[in-house]
T-cell receptor
Framework: AQKVTQAQTEISVVEKEDVTLDCVYETRDTTYYLFWYKQPPSGELVFLIRRNSFDEQNEISGRYSWNFQKSTSSFNFTITASQVVDSAVYFCALSTPGTGANNLFFGTGTRLTVIP | EAGVAQSPRYKIIEKRQSVAFWCNPISGHATLYWYQQILGQGPKLLIQFQNNGVVDDSQLPKDRFSAERLKGVDSTLKIQPAKLEDSAVYLC???????????FGPGTRLTVL
């Protein structure tokens, strides 16, 4: 069975601080994809990144970076120099498309509040 | 490029009433998904379509929920009759094909009184 755990329910940081959101996943499939989505107060889920299980290279996109470690089944997300606009709920998700279906299994989310 | 469109954005009904939600996916996307997001939780898949066929509806409560995508483009999700526990945000997503990234619409917030 697929499972995603986001142990941090809520995090508050002061603007310009760095913050890391943790994600731990479980799957027996060898081929899988990991995702991060952002859900601002408007409610729409905004896609941030997708990584496949064969690519453990870390990725950086502007102030965002992701650390994928298969050895610890983790896919953590770091925001550098946080801004008020980063305030949102962030979801980590897993899909295992081997069966043909493409169900996204989501964690429970981490609510990030950036204080000005 | 236009994103996933959903309507209505908000709906309030009384229990035992019926309600329908509409979704228009990103143009050219063959795969369409409906998710239910209960307050404080992550979204959970209800049903996945590939063109106008159902790929996965194992989590859809079929005694009260139904969904269709007759022409392989727009989709409608219906609840009949609604229960209090159906209060949630209903999210529609689409992807180019079954193994591609899913892009979400703004959701419909349903309140059942």
């Amino acid at each position: 069975a697929q499972k995603v755990t986001q142990a941090q329910t809520e995090i508050s940081v002061v603007e310009k601080e760095d913050v890391t959101l943790d994600c731990v996943y479980e799957t027996r499939d060898t081929t899988y994809y990991l995702f991060w989505y952002k859900q601002p107060p408007s409610g729409e889920l905004v896609f941030l990144i997708r990584r496949n299980s064969f690519d453990e290279q870390n990725e950086i996109s502007g102030r965002y970076s992701w650390n994928f470690q298969k050895s610890t089944s983790s896919f953590n997300f770091t925001i550098t120099a946080s801004q008020v606009v980063d305030s949102a709920v962030y979801f980590c998700a897993l899909s295992t498309p081997g069966t043909g279906a493409n169900n996204l299994f989501f964690g429970t989310g981490t609510r990030l509040t950036v204080i000005p | 490029e236009a994103g996933v469109a959903q309507s209505p954005r908000y709906k309030i009904i009384e229990k035992r009433q019926s309600v329908a939600f509409w979704c228009n996916p990103i143009s050219g996307h063959a795969t369409l998904y409906w998710y239910q997001q209960i307050l404080g939780q992550g979204p959970k898949l209800l049903i996945q379509f590939q063109n106008n066929g159902v790929v996965d509806d194992s989590q859809l409560p079929k005694d009260r929920f139904s969904a269709e995508r007759l022409k392989g483009v727009d989709s409608t999700l219906k609840i009949q009759p609604a229960k209090l526990e159906d209060s949630a945000v209903y999210l529609c997503a689409s992807s180019l094909d079954q193994k591609d990234t899913q892009y979400f619409g703004p959701g419909t917030r349903l309140t059942v009184l």
